[in-house]
């Protein structure tokens, strides 16, 4: 289990003398449901959980629709235009403008540097995402430890599953950063910051 992997290396480096907050980006906001519901009592008291970009069930989002599945399982390894196609919708169309050569440097450090991931892996990472049915998880996370961060223009997570995590957490923290697409750590990665700076950093984005 990939969620008990990731708590092992978080208490081995736990300092219990310090608050601690974890976040989740995309898939790994689907891991941190199951941290923060499942594997909860093994966790501080006062942990805080920061969802980025994630949602409980990717089977409806239209970026991943059979045709674009085929053409993605059709990459070829280490060519910068396939790989070009495929990174480009996971970003705001601000962000390529204003950024096309930080979109560059990463299509080839994806493609061609030590990040290598072959076509296979990254099928199985979405058949993952596919697969992952987070209802029961995110419903019993308890809102009060939750902070959700979403993206304006983020294809992958849509405004149907950013309502449904809504209906899930009415009570917890939903934030949508404006002119963000999926890629929070490269488009705004002021945003993510510890708990205590959360607050601030997203009242300023909406």
Known sequence: DIAELHLSAILSKLD??????LAGMSLGGMVLSILATKFRHRLPKDTHFVFYVTSANSKTCPLIG????????????GNVADFT???R?????EYLAQNPSAFSSYVEYRALGKNQQSPKAYMLQLGALLKFDGDAYFSAV???SATFL??????????????????????????????MGHMINMERPDVIRTKGELNEVCNNAL
């Open 150 to 179: 979403y993206g304006e223009k983020d294809l992958l997570v849509n405004d149907a599953q950013v309502n449904r995590l809504r209906s899930l957490l009415p009570s917890a923290t939903h934030r949508v950063i404006s002119k």
């Open 85 to 87: 196609g495929i990174l």
């Open 142 to 144: 308890d809102p009060g």
């Open 16 to 21: 219990e003398s310090r608050s601690l907050t």
């Open 66 to 77: 059979k045709e674009t599945l085929k053409s993605w399982a059709a990459t070829r390894p």
């Open 89 to 93: 919708p996971f970003f705001a169309p």
